[in-house]
Nanobody, 113 residues
């Protein structure tokens, strides 16, 4: 139900915008979030936005990444600026509702030095 896109190869200092499109109904969305998993590491939380548009960011991306969504919560975005090598990872989106979590498939972001 969630389709992530927008990943790719970018040079250090560059920007990418990830999208996560929802198809079908997820009732009562409470939180939408981005996670990432770098090679050899565990998946980590990157950023989240609540239904009330309260945004939070991991310290490692604060000031560089911006999470947003459309009003209907059909598409979640992650604007990533000033990317560095440590941002290389597969990025996943997740929607949370009272009925549980729905994950999208990952989109690979590779930052070259």
């Amino acid at each position: 139900q969630l389709q992530a896109s927008g990943g790719g190869l970018v040079q250090a200092g560059g920007s990418l915008r990830l999208s996560c499109s929802r198809s079908g109904t997820i009732s009562g969305i409470r939180v939408m979030a981005w996670y990432r998993q770098a090679p050899g590491k565990e998946r980590e939380w990157v950023a989240s936005i609540t239904a009330g548009c309260h945004k939070r960011y991991a310290d490692s991306v604060e000031g560089r990444f911006t999470i947003s969504s459309d009003v209907a919560k059909t598409t979640l975005y992650l604007q990533m600026n000033n990317l560095n090598h440590e941002d290389t990872a597969v990025y996943y989106c997740k929607f949370n509702s009272p009925w549980g979590d729905v994950w999208g498939q990952g989109t690979l972001v590779t930052v070259s030095s």
